[in-house]
């Protein structure tokens, strides 16, 4: 079977398959985006999660109950409010953990080349964790993932170890990252749709290719009115990026065109 | 010139360089399997950072001074103790957060299958947020990188948001985070080398190829005692682990071999 034919297969047994995830659906925020993605030939989504506050019960890092797949006390991917959090917390009898994570998609990509076009997006977008696998049977796969997490422990051994008012600016801050989520949500909608057809028109009129490849370099954005609806990398990112140059890990050289 | 050609001048050009990193050299806990890296022709790094402690001041999730490359008020890449981050607090001025990063190690690799190898060995150590880039100019990059991580707002607009005796358990709790990473580190420098004389065999003797594909697969080790040396995911890796599967997030399917 040639590669295209067997990418139709593991597509059409993929999207037939039961939603496996304890909600059973796709999030609201992406449903829109995973469509789109599964209307296109060289593209299927694997798993989502839109973004989400999570309250989980565990041991000393979460260990014990995180293998048995419980202990969550709270999950939502709206908006947090304290009472619901202290309300969850007195349910916890281990160590209690307050997570932000951040939207995570994985996409099966038909070619290298679609991977790449998706990375690049991806990256442009904001989520500077993202990057390609190529499994073992030669499945290539794309992770969309940012880097604008949060992860707070908040009891030990059942005991609180923070006061209220720190949960609410803790909930305070862990809201705004779920409201900059959503925007880079909606920046990497956009971005994909003009990157897809762009490569379309590439496809079409391959004179244009060299002008259109500037859209697989990482630009910043000056004008943060503009960003929006742009596919670059915004300047003004409101968080702590884990970012190698920014934050000045050991660095030989960064290749051009990394 | 050849791709092999080209690959050789840039890890040539790369290596010349100066370190541009703050520390301006690479951390001891990572020296060994950095050299290592750089003995073989395939590959080359290009940045790392072996995890450490950091505290960072700024606007409301850090945004200013970030973007200005200050307001590090701590950074520690050895377990960290309370009298140093109180110390450090004391010049906080904005909102203070407390940050474990782990190992993170940026590998340019020649051909997409040194990158999967590589790959392969750190999903397989237990870093699985890793993942192949490939840049404009065909530059094949490993990013390897955890999900093992702790980020901590401790005060607001210059207020300490908690006691000290949180910031003694916060603490306990990044050290333990620092000393596991510390292992993966080690599992990640020897399943590297079992993979590598692997291949260097398979090539050699391209019959043993089928046994050794296993090697690409990521068997769950049921036997923590064994799991140490080994180059397998431990079943009990002590950490809230960012898995898709573990922690329920939308799942259609996920691709066998992925």
Redesign the interface.
């Known amino acids: 079977m040639d590669r295209s034919a067997e990418f139709r297969k593991?597509k059409a047994?993929?999207?037939s398959?039961?939603?496996?995830?304890?909600?059973g659906?796709?999030?609201k925020d992406v449903v829109e985006l995973v469509q789109f993605l599964n209307t296109r030939d060289q593209f299927f989504?694997?798993?989502?999660?839109a973004g989400r506050i999570?309250l989980?019960d565990?041991g000393?890092?979460?260990?014990e109950v995180?293998?048995q797949?419980c202990g969550w006390l709270l999950v939502t991917h709206k908006p947090c409010e304290k009472d619901d959090v202290i309300v969850a917390l007195k349910k916890a009898n281990g160590d209690a953990?307050l997570?932000f994570?951040p939207f995570?998609l994985?996409v099966?990509c038909q070619q290298?080349q679609d991977?790449?076009i998706l990375?690049s997006v991806a990256i442009d977008s904001g989520f500077r964790?993202?990057?390609?696998?190529?499994?073992?049977?030669g499945?290539i796969?794309l992770?969309v993932?940012s880097t604008h997490?949060?992860?707070?422990?908040l009891s030990?051994k059942g005991k609180l170890?923070?006061?209220e008012?720190?949960i609410d600016?803790?909930l305070n801050?862990a809201n705004?990252?779920m409201e900059e989520n959503k925007k880079r949500i909606e920046r990497f909608y956009n971005c994909l749709h003009h990157a897809l057809e762009r490569e379309t028109m590439t496809n079409l009129h391959p004179k244009i290719k060299e002008k259109n490849?500037s859209s697989?370099?990482h630009k910043k954005q000056r004008n943060p009115e503009k960003a929006h609806a742009q596919c670059i990398t915004k300047?003004?990112?409101?968080?702590?990026?884990?970012d190698?140059d920014?934050?000045?890990?050991?660095?030989?050289?960064?290749?051009?065109?990394?």
């Open positions: 593991w047994q993929c999207l398959k039961a939603d496996l995830s304890r909600k659906s796709v999030d989504t694997t798993s989502s999660c999570l989980l565990g000393i890092n979460g260990f995180q293998k797949n953990t997570k994570e995570i994985h099966q290298l991977a790449r990375h964790n993202s990057g390609i696998t190529v499994g073992k049977r499945k796969m992770a993932r997490g949060l992860e707070v422990p030990h170890m923070v006061t008012e720190y600016f803790l801050v705004q990252k490849n697989y370099t300047e003004n990112d409101k968080e702590l990026e884990n190698d920014d934050l000045g890990i050991n660095i030989t050289i960064f290749p051009e065109g990394y």
